[in-house]
């Protein structure tokens, strides 16, 4: 629900006393726009973004100081103000750096409280596509998992899932009440997981990390939760912001455990992907494993590739499936013409497929892909004719945790799709939509 947070703001700040100060706020604009400027220019985070994408945030913001900052919310303001952080979320920018214009807002207005509060609430809906991403790419970690085959790690991951995101959505939605029910470390799903099945089913190593992680994942979360409850003004919103980061890498970190142990401990599963003959997902851990290992012993660039082919659900919908099956055996042929023999190409996922390219850095990984598309672009499928591919790519930098760089060239992907298609993203990107 986008509109709880309005309701909460309406409560706190009615129209009235808005509009009882409002013009002399107006006065303040020009001071306001011209310290904007200032601190813009000097902050250090913002130096590495290219000049280009500089331009266009500082246009954007000086933008929503003159023409959004001094206005009254209603249901039509916070759809404008949602649709204009899913823009800022397509062109590739972190939410990091959207805190970071905050800051740099809230600090050019620091002389008055009511306008921080506003700030505050308007950013709490900016950086609503953001946590809805994250909302959606963690499920997919565990989304082809092995629950009939080792099913109570996959029901610890799910436990865990399903608490984080009742915990984001009531914190999305302001909803108070259900934020003061979550119940203490101790008697949380996932700690009655750990003490009954977790003891038994995990060796002590592993068991020591999973029951850490999931402590230091608690211990955070009830931070957050105290500062809410405390005081949930504009300053503390954007705090709580910050601190989502470090719960999403624990998170991660977290699933990632679960899912090598659930790899560890299954034998039965085939390697490979019956249709396609590429390595499945299942084997995804084991070989990132292997060779993130070996990339920090020998000091070289590991990066890698989603795809996922444009309008695939079109083709099995009019088609049928057989001819969808035979569309991705011809892409997999175009793959495995372009990549070398140590690259790994895998299935990742209906018609998702991921290649892991060792000794390859970000400028190769996209010479890569871009051969790709372009091929696919150019090759004549059975039945359906043309088909078109769209790409994130990302260079592996978190060596302790892989995951997190899948996901990044997962938001790449996403960000490919949404803006056109048949196209390949990756950081520094500037994109535009074709429609």
Known sequence: MLYKPLENFKKNISKEEWESIIEDLKNSIEKILSEFDSFFEKNIALSILSKKD?????????????????????????????????????????????????????KSIDHNQLLKEKLGFDFSILLRPFLNFSLEEETKIIRESTVEVVFSLQEAAQIHIKSKHKFLRALMDEDFETLKKIPDYEYCEFSKWLRTKGIELLENSYYSDVENLHKLFYQKLKKIVDIILKDFNS?????????????????????????????????SIALKDPLTGLLNRYTLDIILTKEISKAKRYDY?????????DNFKKVN???????????????????????????????YGGEEFLILLPHTDLEGAK?????????????????????TVSCGIAEVKNFDNPYLDIEKADK???????????KCVYEDTTVASKS
């Open 367 to 387: 010479v890569v892909a871009e051969r790709i598309r372009e091929k696919v672009e150019k090759h004549k499928f059975p039945m359906v004719g043309k088909m």
């Open 54 to 106: 500089k331009t266009y945030l500082k246009r954007s913001f000086k933008g929503y100081i003159r023409k959004y900052l001094l206005r009254y919310p209603d249901e039509k303001y916070v759809k404008l103000v949602y649709k204009a952080g899913e823009r800022l979320f397509l062109r590739g920018f972190s939410e990091e750096i959207i805190l970071e214009i905050y800051k740099i807002i809230s």
């Open 235 to 267: 300053e503390s919103k954007i705090t709580v912001y910050m601190l989502l980061k470090d719960l999403d890498n624990i998170s991660l970190k977290l699933l990632f455990i679960l899912n090598k142990i659930s790899l560890e401990n299954i034998s």
């Open 317 to 347: 919908d009019t088609y049928g499936h057989l001819v969808g099956d035979e569309v991705l055996i011809h892409f997999v042929k175009v793959v495995k013409s372009v990549v070398r023999n140590s690259d790994y190409p895998f299935r």
């Open 301 to 309: 660039k590991i990066s890698l590739i989603i795809m996922d082919l």
């Open 412 to 422: 790449y992907l996403y960000i490919a799709k949404k803006t056109g298609k048949n």
